[in-house]
């Protein structure tokens, strides 16, 4: 994913506050028109290629997903020069391929959301704004995190709409049948408005997901930190091993 004369930025979710392997030269507290971001800025070398380095939910984790500053997150990233961000979401599956532990590089997004500050286009404007949005990740660093992950033996699914809840709260069981009805085939809490924000500002954006439960329902117990937590410590090694490779790409 080398993105020539940028930084790549890489937004860490839930399971992912530091990134080991980062050479890190420099880190940076920075503010932006709309706040601060979730994070210090840390820049450094992930194999050789620049990266910056945001904790989404804050080092250490504390700012749930409802309440992340998206906007001051993806707009510090563009300060910082860069235009490919890689987004790693932990989530829940629903398709039958998308068990715990399993690495998901989504396609598409439906968005449940509400009530989050969504977009850079409002307020004092000189006229309106309407960004495509029919392909909201980048196809090429798609293909640079599967390609990865396939040469890595990293179990993957490649494909996959990404369904984005408000949380914190968990679903219902009837909610992720109706998220199943529409298409969905994972869920989370954060995958917007990032993607959408990083369209805005013109900023290639890929989700890199990793399932860390079934999704409500898709299994005969309730949901546990445990659970969570032991697909965490499965999956993770998986994802640093995609995110390293892939900066060589
Ligand atoms: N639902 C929503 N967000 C999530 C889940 C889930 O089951 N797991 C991890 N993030």
Partial sequence: MTDIGNAVGIIGG??????????????????????????ELTHGLLDGQPVVF??????????????????????????AGVRTVIGVNAVGGIHP???PARVV?????????????????????????????????????????IQAARTHDVPFAGFGV??????????????????????CDLVGMTGMPEAALAAELGIRYVCLG??????????????TM????????????GVRRILEVSMAS
């Fill in 97 to 99: 391929d998308m068990g």
């Fill in 162 to 183: 990404y369904g984005a809840t408000q949380g914190p709260r968990l679903e219902t069981a009837a909610e992720i049948r109706r998220m199943e009805r529409d298409g």
């Fill in 14 to 39: 839930t399971g992912l506050t530091t990134l080991s392997g980062l050479k890190i030269n420099d880190t940076r507290n920075v503010e932006t028109p709309w706040g601060a971001p979730s994070s």
């Fill in 210 to 223: 990793l399932v860390v439960n079934w999704a409500a329902g898709k299994s005969d117990h309730i949901i």
């Fill in 226 to 237: 445990e659970e969570i937590d032991a697909a965490i410590d499965q999956g993770m090694s």
């Fill in 54 to 79: 945001l904790s989404r939910h804050g080092n250490p984790h504390q700012i749930p997903p409802h309440q992340v500053n998206y906007r001051a997150n993806i707009k510090a990233l563009y300060d």
């Fill in 105 to 145: 590089i989504p396609d598409q997004i439906i968005d449940y959301t509400w009530g989050r500050a969504g977009t850079f286009f409002e307020g004092d404007l000189r006229q309106v704004t309407h960004i495509d949005f029919t392909w909201p990740y980048d196809q090429a660093a798609r293909d640079v995190l």
